[in-house]
Every structure is written in C-alpha cells, then in structure tokens.
C-alpha cells in the first residue's frame, strides 16, 4: 500500500536525490522541483500530503513561496516542513501565520535518517529502518588515495562521505580550519575539497593559508559554494584553486568526477 505524496523543494539536487531514493523505498510517493516558481505550480498539479520547502530556492524564495501559498486557497493547507539550506536559522518573522508548519529543519545540524525522522513524524509514524542512507555502489578507484573534505554540513556531509568512500578513496573530514590544519599537520591528502562558508575561517582564508605553506601548495583544491557568484569564483582562483563547485548545481558523479580528474594529474 503506498504511502502519502511528498513534494520536494530543495536546491540541493544531491540531498534531494537521496531523499527521493530513500522516501520511495518507504513507499512514499515524491516529485521534486529545484525552484521556487515550480514549488508553487507543482503543489497543484501533485496535490501533495506535505511538502519540504527550502528558503533559499531560486527564482521565488521559499519565504515567498510560502507567503503565497498562504493567500492560495488550493494550496494553503498542504503541510510543509521548512528547510534552511543555508544552515542559518530559521528566519520565523518572515514566515506567513497560515501556512501549516509541521517542523522545521537547520541542513548544517542534522542527518538525512533525521529528515526521514520527521517526515514519518508529521504524519504520526516513527522511523524504524536501522540501515544508514543506501550506499550508490560504484566500481573502486580510487586507490586509496586520501581525500581531506572540509565542511561543516551535516547532511551533505553523510551523502559524500559515501559516495567518496563506495570509490576507492580514503576520506578524511574536517567540520572547520582548526580540525583541517591538524590532518595536514600530519599526513599530506592527494585533493583537498573545501567549503568557502566554514566557521571561524573561512574557506578561503583556509586556501591562502595552504597555499602560502610550501608543503602544502601543490595539493589540488576544489572550492564548494551554494551561490555562484561571480566575485567568489574569481577569488578561489586567484588563491589557487583548481576547481570552483556549486553545490547545488552539479551530482555526485560529477564532483567525483573532478576529483579523479585532479587527482590523476
């Protein structure tokens, strides 16, 4: 018996592929959509039970898409669970009274069986699956060659750190500047990969750092961001980065893609 619809609207494609994977091995039905203009269109033609709502969409926001999905009057009691993709909090001033919230979700503070926890939670269930997140089986490699992974994101943390590891490298992961500098006190990785909005320094301090120490300069970098922004991407190369990575816009294959590449050199 198949469960509830569930709509995802997130602009990560990496976590909503594997939430969309995961959600339908549960039975759940799943559609997912990367903007804010298609959150809105879609929650009308699918007609979902719930919907995860990112605040941080392109093209409408979610703050927006929630606002106007609360003066409509064929979408406004789908439940929503709100999503923070940028790992800031909440911002609750800028969400409309009507919309039925069921949770909500930091992405930098939790883990993909959490989402799948509340999920099963708003609609009275628990999650009792003890298996992790599936594995993409892929063929190793990777050699064993060491990858140092520095960011402070939990979800996609979880969904890399597999998907790097199911190809043959040795994953080494650092949450912030302090924890990275004490792997590459100790051992030199073959790639780095590094997010730029990290606590305390940032990722590019950290890369103006590594790049300054003779030891370290020649390692390959690959720079993460959630925005594409023009000026960030000229300042990573200007600081000797190999590679520049939108998070949002690219798969797993193709970042591991960029390692092989990088590395292979």
Do not use: C
């Not at 992405?107 to 628990?126: D, S």
């Not at 939990?154 to 790097?164: A, E, N, V």
């Not at 997010?195 to 690959?222: A, N």
């Amino acid at each position: 018996m198949n469960k509830e619809k569930i709509l995802i609207a997130l602009g990560d494609r990496n976590l909503s592929a594997l939430l969309m994977q995961q959600l339908k091995e549960l039975g759940y039905g799943t559609d997912s959509v990367t903007n804010g203009k298609d959150a809105l269109e879609k929650m009308k033609s699918f007609k979902p039970d719930l919907a995860l709502i990112d605040t941080n969409l392109p093209v409408i926001n979610g703050y927006e898409v929630l606002t106007k999905k609360s003066f409509d009057r064929e979408i406004t009691k789908i439940p929503v669970i709100v999503v923070s993709n940028s790992g800031m909090p909440v911002q609750m001033n800028k969400l409309p009274s009507t919309p039925v919230m069921k949770d909500f979700i930091i992405k930098t503070h939790v883990e993909p069986r959490e989402v799948i926890e509340k999920i099963e939670k708003a609609f009275g269930r628990e999650y009792t699956i003890d298996s992790e997140a599936p594995v993409i089986k892929d063929q190793p490699h990777g050699g064993g060659k060491k990858v140092l992974w520095v960011e402070d994101d939990k979800l996609l943390s979880t969904i890399l750190s597999k998907k790097i590891e199911a190809t043959g490298y040795k994953l080494l992961k650092a949450i912030n500047s302090k924890e990275a500098f004490a792997f590459l006190a100790a051992e030199i990785p073959d790639i780095i990969i590094l997010d730029i909005i990290l606590p305390e320094m940032s990722g590019f301090e950290v890369l103006q750092k590594i790049k300054t120490e003779e030891r370290l300069r020649k390692i390959p970098v690959i720079m993460l961001s959630n925005l594409s922004k023009q000026g960030d991407i000229e300042k990573a190369k200007m600081l000797g980065a190999n590679k520049f990575v939108v998070k949002a816009a690219v798969s797993l294959d193709e970042i591991i893609r960029e390692i092989d590449a990088l590395v292979k050199k």
